[in-house]
């Protein structure tokens, strides 16, 4: 069992406002439940005794009894006696089954409307949109400079000089400064965090990720062999408890994604990342900062809170950049900003996989950044119509559906009226609409009642999205409780 706690007063402070019902357990009960469903409450957390939580909620221990014995009898606690209590899910649960196939469609085989590859199926599983307008000029720029390059071998592990400078007076503009020599240009961002997990992380080595997460990010940790350790950011980051957990499992990194976090949205704010910093800094651990999103507030102009890097001063906070989601998913170019030395070891380590990237996308995505306000200020425009249809469409024909509207991002995550994300996802794919469940953005099999749904298509179309995905809840609603889902584990 983990060695995670949560005390009296931090439970209490996750609680917030129980609703005051009859009976009050029972509310309580429901209250714990949900942090636990939606990843607040990471499993095999040792819960507080119970005179400690009656303390902190000032009711009487005879409350917090019999919300336990509740919870224990759902199966979200389990208790040993000598041991405590921790949180849990149920070993199986009953969920609606999916509508059966409907025959002599395009998707027949599959049982949907519209299968994948159709024109007029809707992928809301992609959260990357297509190339800016002056894409082209970027690159007739990066051909007409391709020469100057074409004559040497074309590998440069370390990225080619010129982007390197770029990336390091654009982090300097962000008020870090950086030498070219900390930063290693990457094939994509998603190579830049292997890389950097095959080289800082040992197999069975405690590891703190977010909950949810990018999923990506999770598989490139679990090939590893590392040991997961989830901190619950669903309503925002909780710096005291996610501190706690770092000194508690004793985490030699720690993933976090503070720029208009991907799926939630949400950008945190300067005093949690100072702070956050600094329980890195007691951990004795690394913070791996990913700024995949960092430049895509709706408002361009508004101010945007420092880089993580910049409320470092011991070369603790890794960063890892990206052209996919600013400029195109198609130039496969990322990037790491860490110390010198750490940049070199680094380079060392991806010659084996890759030698180096290509040299004509690096000189595209140098062109693109040398005009980053205007891509910055056309996607900005795009997605703000993509948000504010998709939430429209949302609270018309889904009101049930709950959300924040990101100042920042790509996509909403969304709160459904039941824990039944999987099965929606099922039969949304029926009606010809791709969407990505809560639980493939966690790492322990919670948040079933979320789905992403990005916003980076055409207004209409996500209107059209919307009107389907309509349809799949009622068909999830309306199916007889029969199918088991999988055993927890």
């Known amino acids: 069992m983990s060695t995670r706690y949560v005390s009296g007063a931090q439970l209490a402070r996750l609680l ?40 902190a909620l000032g009711v009487s221990r005879t409350t917090v009894t019999a919300a336990y014995d509740r919870l224990r009898d759902e ?56 190339a800016p307008s002056m894409f ?49 240009v990457t094939t994509g961002a998603q190579q830049a965090f292997t890389l950097l997990t095959q080289t800082m992380v040992e197999p069975g080595a405690p590891v703190l990720v ?7 990010a999770l598989g490139a940790l679990r090939r590893t062999g590392a040991r997961l350790v989830p901190a619950g950011v669903n309503e925002g980051w909780d710096v005291e408890l996610i501190a706690g957990s770092m000194r508690q499992t004793a985490v030699r990194l720690a993933y976090t994604v503070a720029d208009f976090h991907n799926p939630t949205g949400a950008l945190m704010g300067e005093d949690d990342r100072a702070a956050l910093v600094d329980a890195a800094r007691r951990a004795d651990a690394l913070l791996v900062a990913d700024e995949t999103f960092a430049e895509l507030a709706h408002d361009p102009a508004a101010p945007l809170p420092a880089p993580m890097a910049a409320f470092d001063t011991g070369g603790r906070v890794i960063s890892i950049g990206s052209a996919s989601k600013l400029l195109w998913g198609g130039l496969r170019i990322g990037w790491i900003r860490a110390t010198a030395p750490l940049a070199r070891r680094l380079i060392v380590a991806r010659e084996p996989l890759d030698m180096a990237s290509p040299v004509l996308d690096q000189l595209i995505v140098r062109e693109l950044l040398l005009r980053v306000e205007e891509v910055r200020a056309e996607r900005a425009a795009a997605l703000l119509r993509g948000r504010d249809a998709l939430a429209a469409a949302l609270r018309e024909l889904l009101p049930g559906w709950d959300f924040t509207l990101p100042e920042g991002g790509m996509s909403l995550w969304v709160r459904l009226g039941a824990p039944v994300a999987t099965l929606l996802t099922e039969a949304a794919e029926r009606h010809g609409v791709r969407v ?12 079933e009642d979320y789905v992403r749904l990005p916003y980076v298509l055409p207004p209409e179309t996500l209107r059209d999205a919307v009107a389907r995905l309509a349809l799949a809840y009622r068909e999830v609603e309306s199916a007889p409780l029969s199918r088991p889902l999988p055993a927890y584990v």
């Open 436 to 447: 990505v469940p809560g639980p493939v953005f966690g790492a322990d099999g919670v948040l």
């Open 210 to 216: 977010e909950r949810p997460t990018y999923p990506h």
């Open 75 to 130: 199966g979200y606690i389990a208790s040993r006696r000598g041991a405590g209590s921790w949180t849990a899910l149920p070993r199986t649960s009953m969920s609606r089954p999916p509508a059966a196939p409907r025959a002599g469609t395009a998707g027949a085989r599959f049982g949907m409307a519209h299968a994948p590859g159709d024109a007029r199926f809707i992928d809301l599983g992609c959260a990357t949109p297509g």
């Open 16 to 55: 917030g406002d129980v609703p005051q019902e009859r009976p009050y357990n029972a509310a309580l009960a429901r209250a714990v439940r949900s942090l636990v469903l939606d990843g607040r409450l990471a499993l095999r957390t040792r819960l507080p005794a119970e005179r400690d939580l009656a303390a």
């Open 136 to 184: 082209e000029q970027a690159v007739a720029a990066a051909v007409a400079e391709l020469p100057r390059h074409s004559a040497g071998p074309g590998y440069e592990p370390a990225g080619v000089a010129e982007l390197r400078e770029t990336i390091a007076d654009r982090y300097a503009e962000r008020g870090v400064p950086t030498r070219p020599d900390q930063i290693v």
